[in-house]
């Protein structure tokens, strides 16, 4: 297994009519087709009941065993790799600092999310456990395992941090709290402290008190859409989905009042149709609550209702990257940027000299998320090739070296004199 795999989708130079954004009008969702009555509900595999036996690589062409949360947990092939439970090798990375988690059941998730490859309307062509999620499968594995390999590594693990993220389920609060409970009770939070990637559609504040008592570290919230508008079209009723931006924001007022300062964060996919201005003025407002924003460039995942769309134009992309890092971690504020009358970043408020060390150090376009044991502005959870394919990376998995700096510069358009960008040079490392 690699992350280096054919794509169907590649990021566009431009938005759709050449321009270098996502405009609202073009990235409007298809609509979900109808499922039938024998695949809905993860009826094939309830039907089918084939035993679970260890690790389940993802197979669309085999039947899918019956493996449930809160005996099986699904994570990202980054995280298997890491925790050397499937063989395979990521493009210049030795592996991932947090064991991403997403909870599993047959029936799935039960929201319908425009953009996602879990969404519901999936179950027409595949079972669950075979979907693809952020551009990569997700083995499913016994949580039990999972729990034993971190615990007798200690120290020396290679993660510095372990995500629950819940779906859209019945049973997924409760089982959220059974999964952390396995983990708390062999693995000190101390070593490898836990976020928790809600769903808030389920949630009450209470939920989100019990979860911090028992020893979460950071709750985070995906609002993924920077306007109510959007995300009413991507994960609302746009698309017969159940969530809804007043609940998502409820939540995570919960999550500020009880998680505290720098403990609690959202999460904004970049270039569904927003402005920039839109999303510097979301961010802005968390780091004004005292959270943190996760950024994610928009990727047509294969299969969803988004697919057919344009990935975020990198010019986009990078200059939402920059500000965003600025206003979270550069003291920077939305006000001392200057938009143009497209909402696009024309001026990130700081002197060009302060402007190129920022650039230059990298750490801007790494992957954003919650930290791990290195710096407060360096994620643990680093996704690698989540929202990009290797050969045009939008978010770094790793630190950025002179010939991705070079690369950078020439997507926002500040290349340096006499540093030219030569295409496809960084793929020669
Ligand atoms: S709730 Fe999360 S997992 Fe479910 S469809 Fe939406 S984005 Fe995907």
Redesign the pocket.
């Known amino acids: 297994m690699t992350c280096l795999k054919k794509e169907i989708a590649l990021p566009s130079r431009a938005g759709i009519g050449g321009l270098d954004f996502n405009a609202y009008d073009v990235m409007a969702p298809r609509k979900p087709g109808a499922t039938p009555a024998t695949a809905k509900n993860g009826a094939r595999v309830k039907h089918n009941n084939v035993p679970p036996e260890g690790v389940y690589l993802p197979n669309n062409n085999r039947l899918a065993p019956h493996m449930r949360s809160p005996e099986y947990v699904q994570m990202s092939t980054a995280a298997a790799i890491t925790l050397g439970v499937m063989p395979g090798k990521m493009h210049r990375c030795s592996c991932t600092r947090c064991l991403n988690l997403l909870l599993t059941y047959p029936e799935g998730?039960r929201?319908?999310?425009a953009y996602?490859g879990?969404?519901?309307h999936r179950e027409a062509d595949r079972d669950y456990a075979d979907r693809n999620?952020i551009r990569v499968d997700w083995p499913a594995v016994p949580m039990d395992q999972a729990v034993e390999i971190v615990a007798s590594q200690g120290e020396a693990t290679p993660f510095h941090r372990m995500c629950i993220s819940m779906?859209?389920h019945p049973r997924s609060d409760e089982d959220t709290v059974t999964v952390l409970r396995k983990w708390t009770s062999r693995i000190d939070p101390a070593t490898v402290p836990v976020s928790i990637l809600s769903?808030p559609t389920t949630m009450t504040r209470a939920d989100v008190q019990q979860l911090r008592d028992l020893g979460a570290d950071i709750f985070t919230v995906?609002l993924?859409a920077a306007t109510p508008d959007i995300f009413d079209r991507t994960?609302g009723k746009g698309v017969a989905?159940p969530?809804s931006w007043a609940k998502y924001w409820e939540i995570l007022e919960d999550a500020r009042d009880i998680f505290g300062r720098e403990k609690f964060g959202a999460h904004i996919i970049v270039g569904m149709g927003e402005t920039e201005h839109d999303t510097l003025t979301l961010v802005q407002r968390l780091v004004d609550m005292g959270g943190h924003s996760h950024m994610f460039c928009f990727f047509p995942e294969k299969g969803s209702l988004m697919d057919h769309l344009p990935a975020t134009p990198r010019d986009q992309w990078r200059r939402v990257q920059l500000a965003r890092y600025l206003i979270d971690y550069r003291g920077v504020r939305v006000e001392h940027m200057r938009f143009d009358e497209q909402g696009r970043v024309a001026d990130f408020g700081i002197p060009k000299s302060e402007m190129d060390n920022v650039i230059d150090e990298g750490v801007a376009f790494r992957t954003s998320g919650c930290p791990g044991k290195v710096r407060e502005d360096i994620s643990a959870c680093d996704r690698p090739y989540g929202d990009s394919p290797p050969s045009n990376i939008a978010s770094y998995p790793f630190q950025p070296v002179t010939v991705d700096i070079r690369k950078i510069r020439h997507q926002l358009g500040m290349e340096k004199p006499g540093e030219a960008y030569v295409e496809g040079e960084e793929l020669e490392m």
Do not use: W
Request: glycine residues 0%; hydrophobic residues 35%.
């Open positions: 998730c929201a319908n999310c996602c879990l969404a519901r999620f779906i859209t769903n995906a993924d994960r989905s969530h």
